[in-house]
């Protein structure tokens, strides 16, 4: 049996026809930017997270950009993330010429920890950009509080989380304002590149559609320097089409999470932490284990493909060489690199398919363990 971390040609099978006719009306229609399915997907996703303004960009790295540009952050700021993350929860701080600040992550969550975010705030620090790593909730309530304390804003990184909620409220609506992105793998995914960005505040929502369209309210007069940033209609009409399957789908990676659980409990590795509800949706299921590189390889020759989120951390990346860290500075993220894992993931995955996968991980600690 061989089976791929994810299979978007399975999802793609449900919904071919429904897919298929979207696309073909965009073609027919010939309006291709900011044109009705942009209008109406903005509506329909920002009512579904139950927050006044969505506003669609051209991916979820710029959507982070945007966002903290629309607040006002810049050169001389600092702005707090994790260092277990995507390249780009940290990439956008210093895109807007400021300075990422890291908050090692908790052990357990593998998302920022929240006792050790006060220390690290300083007289420059402008905002904190929680991500909400795999699909799991970060601690946001107490991040959120501790943000109100010290007056600085917060940017939650919910690119793999759409449709996970802590408490009853969609990730993304806790803060000042919510990111995320509709890369092609993301548990929301377009056929191409696309962003999002909500927010409560009527203000930002307006500098934000500004700053996607170089800064312009009316064609050709500029107000401000902007970007080109805009989620086409192709893309827009597609998750018009997925957004009325997605909370299926959430669902059922958490089913498929439940079982990976129960069918891995007791072997030497740990497992993910389901949290309460909906507070996970599992757009990754990743394990952590010292045997990580051999259970891998053990995998693959079993035909199962797996993978690993993240192998660096960021303050370890060279393109961060600059700011000074070194091996040991973020011991919990710098851990999880080297012991992360991950499953195969989908909603169209098996029970037979779980099984193989269960069975296979078994199988490879029964030899590991035998004297
Ligand atoms: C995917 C991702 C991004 C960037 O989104 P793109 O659409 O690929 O630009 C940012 N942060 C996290 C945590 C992500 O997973």
Redesign the pocket.
Known sequence: MTISLLDLKAQYEQIRTEVQGAINTVLESTKFILGPNEIYFEEEIAKYLGVKHAVGVG??????VIALDSLGIGLGDEVITVPY??F??AECISRVGAKPVFVDVDPTTLTMDPEKLESAITAKTKAIIP?H?FGRAANIRRITAIAQEHHLFVVE?A??SMGADADGKKLGTFGDIG?F???PT?NLGAYG???LIVTNDDTLAERMQMLRAHGSKVKYHNEMIGYNSRLDEIQAAILRVKLTHLDDWNQKRQDIARKYNQLLDGLPIQLPDIGLENQHIFHLYTILTDKRDELKEFLEKKGIETGIYYPLPLHLQPAYSELGFTVGDFPVSEAACKRNLSLPMYPELTDEQIDYVANSVRSFFKEELMP
């Open positions: 991916n979820g790295t710029d959507a982070l993350t995507f780009a929860s991500v790593i990184d690119c793999q990111v992105s509709f890369f993301k590149d696309g962003g």
